[in-house]
T-cell receptor
Framework: GQNIDQPTEMTATEGAIVQINCTYQ??????LFWYQQHAGEAPTFLSY??LDGLEEKGRFSSFLSRSKGYSYLLLKELQMKDSASYLC??????????WGAGTKLIIKP | ETGVTQTPRHLVMGMTNKKSLKCEQH?????MYWYKQSAKKPLELMFV???????ENNSVPSRFSPECPNSSHLFLHLHTLQPEDSALYLC?????????????FGPGTRLTVT
């Protein structure tokens, strides 16, 4: 079967750095997405990786290793507004998006 | 504001009622999606439409019936639902169903079945 694993919940301190991991087992791979979802709101797009390596976008970076079936989202200089759920999703060989259950990130002052 | 709107935002219905959820996208996208989101579970893809044609139906019970009259509008018709159908129903759109196109989500409809 197809599976996406990510931690259920993480806690970090304002101003610090946090890394949210995602591992996947899917039938084929056509890209990996990270989305942010604040409580009671819709998911919003953060990043897309299709090749190995690091993609940096401001305070957020996303890394992909296709051989390891692994990605992480790195958040720097954490702010209280970064408290949200972070969803990892992989596009399989049929271009169907397989979603993880999300990681709830709690930021403490 | 993502360019995808959904109505109603909240809906309470009995198991014998019939209701419809509406989604509209103003982005010129060709693909539209219905998802179900339950607490602490992954997003569940229900239906996909690409250029108004249904391309995916992930074994969704027949009490959920989608309709896509054009590329900008998507409906989800509900009838004789069960309490376990209570969830957040999200609509999304993307440029196309294939390729690395991000999906834009609407705010969702919080459905409660009593």
């Amino acid at each position: 079967g197809q599976n996406i694993d990510q931690p259920t919940e993480m806690t970090a301190t304002e101003g610090a750095i946090v890394q949210i991991n995602c591992t996947y087992q899917t039938s084929g791979f056509n890209g990996l997405f990270w989305y942010q979802q604040h409580a009671g709101e819709a998911p919003t797009f953060l990043s897309y990786n299709v090749l190995d390596g690091l993609e940096e976008k401001g305070r957020f970076s996303s890394f992909l290793s296709r051989s390891k079936g692994y990605s992480y989202l790195l958040l720097k200089e954490l702010q209280m507004k970064d408290s949200a759920s972070y969803l990892c999703a992989v596009t399989d060989s049929n271009y169907q998006l397989i979603w993880g259950a999300g990681t709830k990130l709690i930021i403490k002052p | 504001e993502t360019g995808v709107t959904q109505t109603p935002r909240h809906l309470v219905m009995g198991m014998t009622n019939k209701k419809s959820l509406k989604c509209e996208q103003h982005l010129g996208h060709n693909a539209m999606y219905w998802y179900k989101q339950s607490a602490k579970k992954p997003l569940e893809l229900m239906f996909v439409y690409n250029f108004k044609e249904q391309t995916e139906n992930n074994s969704v019970p027949s009490r959920f019936s989608p309709e896509c009259p054009n590329s900008s509008h998507l409906f989800l018709h509900l009838h004789t639902l069960q309490p376990e159908d209570s969830a957040l129903y999200l609509c999304a759109s993307s440029q196309d169903e294939t390729g690395g196109y991000e999906q834009y989500f609407g705010p969702g409809t919080r459905l409660t079945v009593t």
